[in-house]
């Protein structure tokens, strides 16, 4: 007898970069490594076919996103429903938050930068939408290295998940029967060496 279909494990996912920009390239702790972790989850959101949200922060000030980043955002094509320059810190804009996607709750990754500022309030308002927040610890990071773990604790406190890019890619899969699982173990193994620099540079040996 035949088991049950298999589905993925997050029914409504997205992928939310934040401010991955030139500006920032000197100042950001280890910022080579949200590059990476981000670089990883958009190639895991084309062969899984999720929604990618991108902003800028004063994007004429502070420069484009990063040109790492620019082919895969490229290349995602209609998947990226939102690359928003904005003022505000969080992301959660009206281009954004009226996208059909977010009618009904939302499993939300997120990376990107500063973790203390927008990637904060961008969490918080997207728990206070109702929908579910992923902070991605190999993924966000601050100017101050110190900032980073004071916001990943007070926003495990606000209600949202912190955990690593892996961890959200494949429970967003959820069963190795889902047709897309082969073409993303490729990424995990294509992405293996980046995982470990992204994971020693930003954690080391704790979230």
């Not at 049950?4 to 000197?26: G, L, S, Y």
């Not at 670089?39 to 000030?61: E, I």
């Amino acid at each position: 007898m035949a088991g049950p279909t298999p589905e993925r494990r997050f029914k409504n996912p997205a992928v939310f970069v934040c401010d991955i920009q030139e500006k920032f390239r000197p100042t950001i702790h280890e910022f080579d490594k949200v590059i990476l972790t981000a670089r990883k989850l958009l190639l895991a959101a084309q062969s899984l076919s999720l929604p990618v949200f991108v902003t800028t922060q004063n994007r004429a000030r502070l420069g484009d996103t990063v040109a790492e980043l620019q082919p895969l955002i490229a290349a995602a094509g209609p998947l990226v429903h939102a690359d928003v320059d904005k003022t505000r810190f969080s992301m959660w804009l009206p281009p954004l938050s009226s996208n059909a996607h977010f009618s009904s709750p939302s499993e939300v990754a997120i990376v990107g930068i500063e973790s203390h500022i927008c990637v904060t309030q961008t969490a918080l308002d997207l728990l206070a939408a109702g929908h579910r927040v992923y902070v991605l610890a190999d993924g966000v990071s601050s100017s101050n290295r110190q900032e980073v773990p004071v916001a990943l604790e007070r926003l495990r406190q606000a209600g949202a998940v912190v955990t690593t890019s892996e961890s959200w890619i494949y429970e967003c899969m959820g069963d190795a029967g889902i047709p897309e699982f082969r073409d993303m173990v490729r990424v995990v193994k294509v992405t293996m060496g980046d995982t470990r620099a992204a994971l020693q540079g930003l954690l080391g040996s704790k979230i």
